[in-house]
Nanobody
Framework: QVQLVESGGGLVQAGDSLRLSCAAS????????MGWFRQAPGKKRDFVAG????????NYAGSVKGRFAISRDNANNTVYLRMTSLKPEDTAVYYC??????????WGQGTQVTVSS
């Protein structure tokens, strides 16, 4: 089992920046990836960004590319999501996930990000 704990959400204004953190209890395999997803009210959960634990390869949803940056701290089993130039449409509950690449098996409880206009 892998427990994930997110932190860093909050209420910000459009154009502001925010950094989310996700601490994993352990990273059982270097082949794993970690990622961030988000779910706005009434909408499905969407992929935001992902990072391969072994080599740090990243990928992003088109809507956040150039504004968000995912990074990792291998020593502390922590992944970060740096969000800049935030827009009201970025408002959502953000979830951290971990697991085999393309098959996330573990999820955090979510952290709310609200961007006011």
């Amino acid at each position: 089992q892998v427990q994930l704990v997110e932190s860093g959400g909050g209420l910000v204004q459009a154009g502001d920046s925010l950094r989310l953190s996700c601490a994993a209890s352990r990273m059982p395999f270097s082949s794993y990836a970690m990622g961030w997803f988000r779910q706005a009210p009434g909408k499905k959960r969407d992929f935001v960004a992902g990072i391969r634990w072994s080599d740090g390869t990243t990928n992003y949803a088109g809507s956040v590319k150039g504004r968000f940056a995912i990074s990792r701290d291998n020593a502390n089993n922590t992944v970060y999501l740096r969000m800049t130039s935030l827009k009201p449409e970025d408002t959502a509950v953000y979830y951290c996930a971990a697991g085999p690449v393309g098959a996330y098996a573990y999820w955090g409880q979510g952290t709310q990000v609200t961007v006011s206009s």
